[in-house]
């Protein structure tokens, strides 16, 4: 629990304060900030008493930190996380506009696809190089030979770069050539593999399993930052629901509620949350209305070619436009792209 004095507190109601704390067998940690003294409490937490505490003089707020996150919570830091990525810095008023194929396919498509969203505007590109299909006999990525790929790709263009690294054992190679570690929906709650990744310095990309919770999301989040990796961004990239018309279920309110009660920057996945490039330009800009601090779109050059995910690839000139909505769009909300300020 966290008391929040008022800016007129006296040092009398403190000590009365304090001397209540200890009478209840709580140990009270005093923070003495420029404008304001705060208390922190530790003990059993029960409603009563967080009912008594409110109400003494001197007292303006209680936070009950109920919550089983600690580090990832809004209670431990007030002020938004800003996670750098190379040049580009996410969350706290600057988007991360994530983009490129679902997979690295070969070096003449990434590069023709790496040239197209950079001139719209991306600020990172994405593209698997292990990839987490649903049939073992579907594409699985080009592994090691695909990391450098991407390397290089982003390397030419001046993007930093993203990518999947689905087990523990592969997070030192990943770490090798990606700029930012995405741990997908599938592994969201693969404790060993968030723990491997926290043990690393590099930011990660943590994506919302398609069936976990906000309050899930951010246990994960919390495996990251406990091993002493802070740089930590979230992704909704949609739910499973009934409606079988999209490929998942966007789930928008989880952006406010997320920023509600964590500083951790949260991005918006249309692409896979749809499944419909008929549906992703509009979910991208309700997702930077709704306060994310970016989002992660896959394109294309040629997606009836894609190797994986086609259906649910943006054309460049597709992708074009929606960026161009976006920069408005940003402007509007008092925003700005990062790398483009
Ligand atoms: C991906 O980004 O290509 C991906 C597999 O996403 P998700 O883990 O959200 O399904
Ligand atoms: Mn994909």
């Known amino acids: 629990m966290i008391l929040v004095l008022r800016p007129d507190a006296t040092s009398e109601q403190l000590d009365h304060?304090?001397?209540?704390i200890s009478e209840r067998g709580f140990k009270a940690h005093?923070?003495?900030?420029?404008?304001?003294?705060?208390?922190?409490i530790i003990g059993d937490e029960t409603k009563p008493e967080a009912e008594?505490?409110?109400?003494?003089?001197?007292?303006?707020?209680?936070l009950r930190v109920l919550k089983p996150f600690k580090l990832a919570s809004r209670e431990f830091r007030a002020a938004d996380t800003i996670v750098e990525v190379g040049s580009v810095r996410i969350g706290g008023g600057h988007l991360a506009m994530i983009a490129g194929p679902c997979a690295v396919e070969s070096?003449?498509?990434?590069?023709?696809?790496?040239?197209?969203?950079?001139?719209?505007?991306?600020?990172?590109?994405?593209?698997?190089?292990?990839?987490?299909?649903?049939?073992?006999?579907a594409f699985q990525g080009l592994g090691e030979r695909g990391l450098k790929i991407l390397r290089d790709v982003g390397d030419k263009h001046g993007l930093p770069v993203v990518t999947e690294v689905m087990d523990p054992r592969q997070v030192e190679l990943v770490c090798r050539y990606?700029?930012?570690?995405?741990?997908?929906?599938?592994?969201?709650?693969?404790?060993?593999?968030?723990?491997?990744?926290?043990?690393?310095?590099?930011?990660?990309?943590?994506?919302?399993g398609m069936s976990?919770?906000?309050k899930d999301l951010l246990m994960s989040a919390e495996y990251i930052l406990a091993e002493g990796n802070s740089a930590v961004v979230l992704c909704e990239?949609?739910?499973?629901?009934?409606?079988d018309s999209t490929r998942n279920m966007l789930d928008l309110s989880a952006i406010p509620n997320v920023k509600g009660q964590s500083h951790l920057p949260i991005i918006a996945d249309p692409s896979h949350a749809t499944g419909r490039p008929d549906l992703i330009p509009a979910m991208a800009r309700a997702s930077v209305a709704a306060g994310a601090d970016g989002v992660h779109i896959e394109v294309?050059?040629?997606?009836e070619q894609a190797l994986s995910d086609g259906a649910q690839a943006l054309l460049p000139d597709q992708y074009d436009r929606l960026m161009h909505d976006l920069r408005r769009l940003a402007h509007v909300v008092g925003k700005t792209l990062a790398n483009q300020e």
């Open 107 to 137: 070096f003449e498509r990434l590069d023709a696809i790496a040239a197209r969203v950079k001139a719209s505007g991306a600020n990172l590109l994405r593209g698997g190089a292990f990839k987490p299909r649903t049939s073992p006999y």
């Open 30 to 40: 005093v923070s003495r900030g420029e404008h304001r003294t705060i208390i922190g």
């Open 17 to 20: 304060i304090l001397a209540r």
């Open 52 to 62: 008594t505490f409110a109400a003494m003089s001197g007292v303006e707020q209680v």
């Open 237 to 243: 990239r949609g739910v499973r629901s009934f409606e």
């Open 212 to 214: 976990a919770t906000v």
């Open 178 to 208: 990606a700029d930012m570690l995405q741990i997908g929906a599938r592994n969201m709650q693969n404790f060993d593999l968030l723990r491997e990744v926290g043990q690393t310095r590099k930011p990660v990309l943590l994506k919302r």
């Open 300 to 303: 294309h050059d040629c997606p």
